[in-house]
């Protein structure tokens, strides 16, 4: 995932500009069921770091030992890492004003 420029603008916010009440509804839903993709999405991110980062461990008593399969591990758990918190923060971001009923 890469860098995301915060507006300050929720998702909610974005997709409810200009409605009337009955497509407030609409939208708030809408962003409740994004919210819960996303969560899910996060949820899944955590589970791959968890597993890149036993893949890493493996790698590191491995016999024959290979360094190559240690860093390519390494890169694994980072970019997984960063996958994670990205995610974290387009929550924050899109959908801190979003509560689910």
């Known amino acids: 995932m ?3 420029t915060k507006s300050g603008k929720s998702y909610l916010q974005r997709i409810s500009i200009d409605k009337d009440a009955q497509s ?3 939208a708030k839903a809408d962003a409740q ?4 993709q996303l969560e899910s999405d996060l949820m899944a991110a955590k589970r791959a770091l968890n597993s890149a980062q036993r893949d890493l461990e493996v790698a590191k008593g491995s016999k024959p030992f290979d ?3 240690v860093l390519a591990a390494q890169q694994t758990v980072e970019a997984t890492q960063a996958d994670v918190e990205a995610i974290t923060a387009l929550k924050e971001e899109l959908f801190g004003d979003v509560t689910l009923d």
């Open 2 to 4: 890469g860098n995301t």
């Open 24 to 26: 407030k509804e609409q």
């Open 33 to 36: 069921d994004a919210k819960i």
């Open 67 to 69: 360094v190559n399969d």
